[in-house]
């Protein structure tokens, strides 16, 4: 089973952040928090992960709260084509495989 | 584009058939990982290969094998093919053990 809560869907205005909320109360010290989303039906794609600082890349940014209990995945502007199913994953950065949960379904409206 | 490519995009195909999926990781990247996708299930782990051995196994059918060639790629056997095997086959590949990084998929439809 999946070790995150996210809500099932999320709307946004475009040009708006996007906060997309994650709760892994149960995470362990060596597992970091994994963001993916998939378009339609394409492959999920890998947007960022972190430890217990926050992150940021050209995506995304990532903030884990300091018990690392919750984060929060936040797309600083959001366009139509960051429509997608958001998926939130607690994992061993050197362990196999990814586990999904139902995620959050975000759609951007004009 | 995650440079992992699978083929081919779409299979239609009849029950008790075998199908073979064929996936090509990111250059360089050792590990191979399967998942599947069908409407009830959500994205599920099949399976994983770590340069040409098998590492991890999710919730695979006995129907269903995979094998990772020397040169990395990796396919995936389908065989007595029920309708329920409908679905999104997708292959992710990361260097080492880290970030996966996924293929557009195929679209297996059985009949």
């Known amino acids: 089973d999946a070790k995150t809560t996210q809500p099932p869907s999320m709307d946004c205005a475009e040009g708006r952040a996007a906060n997309l909320p994650c709760n892994h109360s149960?995470?362990?010290?060596?597992?970091?928090v994994y963001w993916y989303r998939q378009i339609h039906s394409q492959g999920p794609q890998y947007i960022i992960h972190?430890?217990?600082n926050n992150e940021t890349n050209e995506m995304a940014s990532l903030i884990i709260t300091e018990d690392r209990k919750s984060s929060t995945l936040i797309l600083p502007h959001a366009t139509l084509r960051d429509t997608a199913v958001y998926y939130c994953i607690v994992r061993i950065n050197q362990g196999g495989k990814l586990i999904f949960g139902q995620g959050t379904e975000l759609s951007v409206k004009p | 584009d995650s440079g992992v490519t699978q083929t081919p995009k779409h299979l239609i195909t009849a029950t008790g058939q075998r199908v073979t999926l064929r996936c090509s990781p990111r250059?360089?990247?050792?590990?191979v990982y399967w998942y599947q996708q069908s409407l009830d299930q959500g994205l599920q782990f099949l399976i994983q290969?770590?340069?040409?051995?098998?590492?991890a196994k999710g919730n695979i059918l006995e129907r269903f094998s995979a094998q990772q060639f020397p040169d990395l790629h990796s396919e995936l056997n389908l065989s007595s093919l029920e309708l329920g095997d409908s679905a999104l086959y997708f292959c992710a590949s990361s260097a080492s053990l880290g970030t996966q990084y996924f293929g557009p998929g195929t679209r297996l439809t059985v009949l």
């Open positions: 149960t995470i362990s010290g060596n597992e970091y």
């Open positions: 972190g430890l217990k």
């Open positions: 250059s360089g990247d050792l590990s």
């Open positions: 290969y770590y340069n040409g051995e098998e590492r």
